[in-house]
Nanobody
Framework: VQLQASGGGLVQPGGSLRLSCTAS????????MGWFRQAPGKEREFVAA????????DHADSVKGRFTISRDYAKNTVYLQMNRLKSEDTAVYFC??????????????????WGQGTLVTVSS
């Protein structure tokens, strides 16, 4: 099993980035895929998730309207489009895959597989 995340970097406030995470070694189409982030000194927090079988897409309130999760099933890849970035979005972003039930879709422990993380820094 492997989750390879990429796309992080330094961006100015108000800018955009798109993170990518390519999965292999498990049934990508039938797994929940999520994005989480962790800022220095803080706990890992939910950002967004998508569950195909239930047709569910969920975004944290802090990113709703600015970030969008999407998936390309032909490429086994999940994306996080991040627009109107703010300094408080600075964190290491992790992609994750699991068989989370709907009620646990925002819970890190519900995900079995994790990528290595990619750093997003929003600063002028």
């Amino acid at each position: 099993v492997q989750l390879q995340a990429s796309g992080g970097g330094l961006v100015q406030p108000g800018g955009s980035l798109r993170l990518s995470c390519t999965a292999s070694g498990f049934d990508f189409s039938n797994y929940v895929m999520g994005w989480f982030r962790q800022a220095p000194g803080k706990e890992r927090e939910f950002v967004a998730a998508n569950r195909r079988t239930a047709g569910i897409t969920d975004h944290a309130d802090s990113v709703k309207g600015r970030f969008t999760i999407s998936r390309d099933y032909a490429k086994n890849t999940v994306y996080l489009q991040m627009n109107r970035l703010k300094s408080e979005d600075t964190a290491v972003y992790f992609c994750a895959g699991g068989r989370a039930i709907v009620s646990a879709i925002r819970t890190p422990s519900a995900y079995a597989y994790w990528g290595q993380g990619t750093l997003v820094t929003v600063s002028s």
